[in-house]
């Protein structure tokens, strides 16, 4: 039974899904602040607003509807999306490529390649 579970905690995907989590947690705070102190400063410079909170509230008896903070929040979320998906993803996936590349057996040779080595072995003898 120990055995079993060591083959579950340490197994190739569980260890690969570990991974990737704490690479991409990381990933989401650093794009976060890349997001928040130098994205959003750059739109406050355009739009005079250093972000989208307060831009498209609509207010309707005492309701406010905060289009604004939604899209702040939906440019952090496609920020975050394509920063995993380049530098986490992308390079997984190439690097998965290159390993199973290289664990593949190597192609039988052409039977013509296969017919000269039988009358070159038969030759030889």
Not at 22 to 42: C, K, Q, R, Y
């Amino acid at each position: 039974m120990l055995k079993e579970f060591k083959e579950f905690a340490f197994g190739g995907n569980l260890v690969e899904i570990a991974v990737g989590l704490v690479m991409a947690l990381a990933l989401t705070a650093l794009v976060g602040s890349l997001i928040e102190h130098v994205v959003m400063p750059i739109i406050g410079i355009i739009f005079g607003e250093p972000n989208f909170d307060s831009v498209l509230d609509p207010a309707i008896n005492d309701s406010v509807i905060r289009f604004g903070s939604f899209l702040t929040a939906l440019t952090t979320f496609i920020a975050i999306a394509l920063a995993v998906f380049f530098f986490i993803v992308k390079p997984y996936k190439a690097y998965k490529a290159r390993v199973e590349a290289g664990t593949e057996e190597p192609a039988a040779p052409p039977e013509d390649i296969v017919l000269l080595r039988e009358i070159a072995a038969k030759v030889g003898k």
